[in-house]
């Protein structure tokens, strides 16, 4: 039986997504978007430079507080605005950036903005700051959503913030069931992993487009892993995303 947080496989599923070399753009309220970016350079020792809203350049982390944009990150570190962040999205410099939509749907469009009609929405978001800008720049687009579900896999969003459709990068989505990754060539989405309390018809079955699988890997997390994690965060404020 699964007793581990869920949130920590898709923490491991994210570090996972990342190699060496990569520069990497955390943005606000990424709690799972940063602990897995720590994960990756800092336990699986990938030589990563991790970048962010707090305007910290790659910061060395004892711990997380409940924002990624809190300025405390660069006491330990050099500033790097986010202008300048931005300026390596429009060079094509910046590998990886992380975004949270409620909303992911065939086409890579995502949605930050409201549930509903735009004009008369049911739920109105946070907004998708600058989503539509970064998405088709960056090589590669990890999408993260801890309530995998038919309401947040869609076939069609309810208003489109952003969208990877016509980019030629790469687009991951990281949940609390597995990953899955637009295949371009095929127009289509493929199961990549699952976790170890999860299999691919249950990832089939909260998800509203089709899904191919092709033995997808099978992520486990050890207890060195989730030690890490826990030191990370000791308040526990991932279970809050």
Known sequence: MQNKPRVDYAIKAISSL??????VYVGLNSLPALLGSLMARDFYHKNLKILGVAEA???????????????????????????DSFDMIQKGLLDVIFL???????DTNVNLS??????????????????????????????????????????????ITGTARYSNNDVFVVTDLGVIRFLRGEDEWEITSVYDFTSIDEIKNNTSFPLRSDQPKVISLSEDEENFISQLDPYSLRLQT
């Open 18 to 23: 990342l190699h060496d070399g990569n520069r």
């Open 100 to 106: 949270g939509p409620v909303q992911i749907d065939k």
């Open 114 to 159: 409201v549930i509903g009609d735009y004009r008369q929405p049911k739920v109105r978001l946070t907004g998708g700051a600058a989503t539509a800008y970064v998405m088709p720049l960056v090589k590669k687009v990890i999408l993260w959503n801890l309530k995998h579900s038919k309401r947040s896999l869609v076939e069609k969003v309810d208003f």
């Open 57 to 83: 350049d790659n910061p060395s982390l004892e711990s997380v507080t409940a924002s990624t944009g809190d300025p405390f990150m660069v006491k330990s570190s050099p500033v790097m605005i986010t202008a």
